[in-house]
């Protein structure tokens, strides 16, 4: 019994603030994708600071081909529009548009309330292809920047449906 409440302490007082430093989300995405991927049985590594849209590279073992990762996350990336219905969106920065490559895939995460919640983050693995037309179209309609897909949509990007198109690209 005492050592319940000793847990349920130590879990009050490392609690984040809900105005989380995004860096230390960006941090917390990467990391929970490199988990998420290493529990495949996918070879992961974290590269240096500095590269341009790469926050992660993931290869099989058999075929040693790497595709870059960049992983962005939010802590509250779903919303209803009114035109469209409920939607994911994550901000996304105009500068995607120049690297449309086939061996560079956006892993969008939302976090939910995890760690301190219940839920398991939601994981999207999206081909820079379909980021970079949705970035275009804002940037054409003069909108916010950022990355969004109907929930219906996103079921194909979601999880082990995303990751089993990623790992074609690896083959």
């Not at 790469?54 to 509250?76: E, I, M, Y």
């Not at 301190?116 to 940037?139: A, D, M």
């Amino acid at each position: 019994m005492r050592r319940a409440r000793v847990t349920v302490n130590v879990r009050q007082e490392m609690r984040i603030s809900p105005k989380r430093l995004s860096v230390i989300t960006g941090a917390c995405g990467e990391h929970y994708v490199a988990g998420y991927l290493s529990g495949f049985g996918l070879i992961v590594a974290i590269p240096r600071a500095g590269i341009p849209g790469c926050d992660l590279l993931v290869a099989t073992s058999k075929s040693g081909q790497a595709a870059r990762l960049q992983v962005k996350t939010g802590t509250q990336s779903t919303k209803t529009d009114r035109d469209v219905g409920k939607i994911y969106l994550w901000w996304t920065s105009p500068t995607v548009i120049k690297r449309e490559d086939r061996n560079l895939w956006y892993v969008y995460v939302w976090l939910k309330d995890w760690p301190q919640g219940e839920h398991l983050p939601e994981v999207f693995f999206v081909p820079s292809k379909v980021v970079v037309k949705c970035l275009k179209q804002c940037v054409r309609d003069k909108e916010w920047p950022c990355f969004w897909m109907r929930v219906e949509e996103a079921k194909k990007f979601e999880g082990q449906s995303g990751l089993k198109r990623l790992l074609t690209t690896l083959r």
